[in-house]
DNA sequence: ACCCAGGCATTGG
DNA sequence: CCAATGCATGGG
């Protein structure tokens, strides 16, 4: 039993919804009660506990992953109190509601960017099928868990090895393109928003919806705000449109009114729209 | 046998 | 600049 201290309020069960709610996914395992995850080769276990997470094993390296896994880094007190000072009925429900809840960060940038490629158009249960299938071909299975398949991995794979996974050959190309690009990511994730929106849109596969789900869930920058993003735009029509339909443009003109929560209002209106009750 | 699902690049006006 | 098109799989 080793306690990682969370700050306070922490929802372990919200807080890894997103890792039970389309199907396993193999690097980022619910197991057992517990979210499993393979760090520098070892596995690692987060589990509920008093105060914060249980973590086994716990020191040096696992730590700063654990605090990822469970989005440690929010600012969650100033949002809640941002969301008491406003006058938005469906935040302050939503603040309520799911109280405690830390979106969970993507660990890796090349992760991150191909995890959102097998998400790109397609159904989020087809993406995590694809994406398992990619994980067990060229990642490497530690206990329960999977290492997500390494840049070198992936660089050194065929188009056909990749689309015999169930991706397109479009987006086999877009894999290997990035994974043999040799991207500088300590400089890239230190960009600016609009800067890294720039860099990264440069390069093909990578649009607008995949460079803001990277602001929002790698880096957790504060105002990312996927407008392009079917799912949020699902939950502002229910939450805000009484389920009538919104275009895209309107969607991002909806975020300067989350100024500068965008993201994690995101987060919430996402998770408040799958789980029951809100 | 359809149709849609947490996009994107390409092509043609 | 905007509209139309193809893409692969999973679930309804």
Redesign the pocket.
């Known amino acids: 039993m080793s306690l990682l201290r969370l700050p306070e309020p922490f929802d372990f069960e919200l807080s890894t919804e997103?890792f039970r709610?389309?199907?396993p996914d193999l690097a980022n395992l619910w197991h057992a009660g517990a979210l499993h995850r393979v760090a520098g080769g070892r596995e690692l276990r987060i589990g509920p506990s008093e105060g914060g997470v249980d973590v086994e094993p716990l020191d040096a390296e696992t730590e700063p992953v654990a605090l990822k896994l469970v989005g440690a880094e929010f600012d969650l007190d100033g949002f809640y109190a941002w969301v008491e000072a406003g006058s938005d009925p469906v935040l302050k429900r939503l603040v309520v509601a799911l109280r405690g809840f830390r979106p969970p960060l993507g660990l890796d940038p090349f992760e991150t960017l191909v995890t959102?490629i097998t998400?790109?158009?397609?159904?989020?249960?087809?993406a995590f099928?694809?994406r398992n299938r990619l994980i067990e071909r060229f990642g490497v299975r530690a206990v329960h868990a999977y290492a997500f398949p390494t840049e070198a991995a992936l660089a050194a794979a065929t188009a056909d090895e990749i689309?015999a996974t169930?991706?397109?050959?479009?987006?086999a190309e877009y894999v290997l393109g990035i994974a043999r690009a040799g991207l500088d990511w300590q400089r890239i994730t230190s960009l600016q928003d609009e800067e890294i929106h720039e860099e990264l849109?440069a390069?093909?596969?990578?649009?607008?919806?995949?460079?803001d789900?990277f602001l929002a869930?790698h880096l957790a920058r504060p105002r990312a705000w996927?407008a392009?993003?079917?799912?949020?735009r699902?939950a502002v029509e229910a939450f805000y449109a009484d389920g009538a339909t919104l275009t895209t443009p309107e969607v991002r003109a909806m975020g300067a009114r989350f100024e500068p929560f965008q993201n994690l209002t995101a987060h919430y209106l996402?998770t408040g729209l799958r789980v029951a009750g809100v």
């Open positions: 997103r709610a389309f199907g959102s998400a790109q158009q397609v159904s989020l249960f087809a099928a694809i689309v169930g991706f397109s050959w479009r987006k849109e390069i093909r596969g990578i649009g607008e919806w995949t460079v789900w869930r996927p392009g993003d079917l799912g949020l699902k996402l």
